[in-house]
């Protein structure tokens, strides 16, 4: 008994078959789970994770369309693109981005600005969208990325093309600019579908004038590229490429001829010129100076620069030609000549005796004349010719201001008239209801007075005056101002809308108007009479100061005692030729005080520029 084994060997035999067995199931069960696994992922989801890994690989990529370029009338380039080269950094592929932002400081320099600018697009950026950090790089801070350019993933030099304006300030105006897409402009992008499939490559867009009115027609359409990347994120090839559409090309009515003069006449004054012309309504020239450089815009105006043109006193940001309102002053003269002709309240051969001043009744004020002494015997041919304002104060009251307003309304006074001139103001047309509305008063007498010589409540921006002069020239006939003449060379046809043209009783009454304009320079006694000198073509025009400051009642404007910037506006309107006109122009010189030395001058040497072709 003692030397019988306590061991129970069948026992152990069947338990470690039960341990073997229980063991080959788990593993047949791993094996099994395994094997599903694998099945599931690379049979039931072979399209998630082929899609997955080939966007790890391949990404679509939006290609940005080139801007449309803008012409002027003669084939002139006013707005082109041009290379440059910009650095980006893509921050999803950044491993530390200060020290990244460290290392292009050391390589490349980056200010203040151009790190505050990067920290704010990254706030309304697409997840891995290139940030442009800086712009324009020159050869040797391309060569200094480039070649550390291994150690900066994420990092890249990418050549694109940029706006630029070769003119700079003489079309800054009138073409505006283009800038980088802020806060707000991505707000209104993403509002629609459409845009935000447009603009998803794009990084600039118009901000004013011409490029934001068409912004539509020079942006293009987007075009799509499949790449092949590497781990880092770096492009090793195309596979695929849908181009872009580039926008539109347009040409502009405008001359650069007559806008590069319009600059070299006005230079060191505050003004504008506005030309048109008078068969089409095309806006020949559109300037104001002083101006600025749009091209400074284009890459990121510095915050010195800017506060340097917004503070300024000559507001160089602002629109003389457009938005600047100033009384008419006597070049409203022939429209309230005319007025009266058609209210019946004068006619060409109703005269008074101007002994220099004007009184209605029961009133004891004098209302002046420019000229203390009078006119003597004048009738309305002489009045515009000497612009003698006592015979408008009278003729201005008997048509009334019921009649008057009406009248003026249609050749576009108090109205924005421009088909695609951004931003242009209206102006003020008074009447009862407009100072019971603005002024809480009644209309009197005496305000109708001071509309009658273009002061007072009356007020219009360089653009209506060209415009009422234009249909002035064109006896009545409409055509809407624009600027834009063609898109890719096909002629545009801008709708004329439902403006009436204006009927006179007496159709007689243009030529005569257009006569006495034609003696305001080839009269003797013409207040633009020193034109004679460089006549070139006929001319009819009409000059006008308007007040900066009151006078009082009995004194006299005494031009040295007053700062420069309260002295009187020199206005000039005219059309030429005579006998068919073909451009009509409003010149404003801000405190030029005589028109005939100043604002007449310039209109005179832009319209013989113009008439005249090349070689004028």
């Keep these: ?88 950094i893509v921050p999803e592929r950044v491993d530390n981005l200060e020290e990244t932002l460290a290392s292009l400081n050391e390589l490349v320099g980056l200010t203040d600005r151009d790190l505050e600018q990067f920290e704010k697009r990254r706030g309304y950026r697409r997840p891995y969208e290139p940030l442009v950090i800086r712009q324009s790089l020159n050869e040797e801070e391309i060569a200094a990325v480039m070649v550390n350019r291994f150690y900066l993933p994420g990092v890249d030099v990418e050549a694109q093309l940029i706006r630029h304006y070769p003119h700079g300030e003489a079309f800054a105006h009138a073409l505006g600019y283009v800038g980088r897409i802020n806060q707000s402009d991505q707000n209104k992008i993403e509002r629609d579908d459409d845009n935000r499939r447009r603009y998803s490559a794009t990084t600039h867009i118009g901000k004013i004038g011409i490029e934001s009115r068409y912004e539509d027609i020079l942006h293009g359409e987007v075009g799509y590229e499949k790449i092949e990347t590497n781990a880092r994120g770096r492009l090793l090839r195309t596979l695929e490429r849908v181009d872009p559409q580039p926008g539109k090309d347009l040409t502009l009515h405008l001359d650069s001829r007559l806008q590069l003069l319009s600059a070299e006449l006005l230079k060191e004054r505050r003004g504008a010129v506005v030309a048109i012309e008078v068969e089409t309504g095309g806006i020949l020239a559109l300037y104001s100076n002083p101006g600025y450089d749009p091209n400074a815009f284009v890459t990121g105006i510095s915050y010195a ?61 004098f209302y002046r004349d420019w000229k203390r002494e009078g006119h003597g015997r004048i009738d309305l041919e002489q009045a515009v010719v000497q612009s003698c304002d006592t015979y408008f104060y009278d003729i201005a009251v008997k048509t009334g201001i019921d009649n008057l307003t009406p009248f003026l309304g249609q050749f576009g006074f108090g109205k924005d008239m421009s088909a695609d001139v951004i931003s242009a103001t209206a102006g003020i047309l008074p009447d009862r209801d407009w100072k019971r509305d603005t002024r809480r008063g009644s209309w009197y007498p005496g305000d109708t007075v001071n509309l009658g010589i273009g ?89 006008g100061t308007a007040q900066v400051v009151g006078i009082e009642q009995d004194a006299e404007y005494d031009s040295d005692a007053l700062q420069e910037r309260l002295r009187d506006h020199a206005w ?34 832009i319209i013989n520029k113009y008439l005249g072709g090349a070689e004028g």
Aim: proline share 6%; net charge positive.
């Design 572 to 605: 000039f309107m005219a059309f030429a030729p005579v006998e068919k006109p073909q451009i009509a122009i409003a010149v404003i010189v801000e405190n030029g005080e005589s028109s005939g030395r100043t604002a007449a001058p310039i209109a005179q040497q």
């Design 455 to 543: 002061q007072g409540f009356m007020t219009v921006t360089p653009l209506q005056l060209a415009t009422a002069t234009a249909v002035l020239a064109n006896q009545g006939k409409w055509q809407i101002p624009r600027l834009l003449s063609a898109e890719n060379n096909e002629p545009v046809v801008m709708p004329h809308g439902n403006i009436e043209d204006i009927q006179l009783k007496d159709s007689n009454n243009w030529a005569r108007m257009s006569k006495a304009m034609e003696n305001v320079i080839i009269g003797a006694h013409g207040t633009a009479r020193a034109l004679q000198r460089n006549l070139d073509f006929s001319i009819a025009g009409k000059t």
């Design 1 to 88: 008994m003692l030397g019988q084994s306590i061991r129970d060997k069948s026992f152990e035999r069947r338990l470690f078959r039960a341990r073997a067995i229980a063991a080959a199931i788990l593993v047949l069960v791993c094996i099994s789970a395994l094997a599903w696994r694998m099945i599931y992922l690379q049979v039931t989801l072979h399209e998630k994770y082929k899609n997955l890994s080939e966007n790890n690989r391949v990404q679509i990529r939006p290609v940005a369309p080139n801007r449309g370029l803008i012409y002027d009338r003669n084939g002139i380039l006013l707005a082109e693109n041009i290379p440059a080269y910009s650095l980006t």
């Design 305 to 365: 620069a800017y506060e340097e043109l917004t503070s300024s006193l000559d507001k160089p940001l602002f629109n003389r030609a457009t938005r600047g309102t100033y009384p008419p002053a006597s070049t409203l003269k022939p429209f309230i000549g005319l007025a009266a002709l058609q209210a019946g309240s004068t006619n060409w051969n109703y005269s008074i005796r101007d002994p220099g001043w004007f009184q209605l009744e029961n009133d004891d004020r």
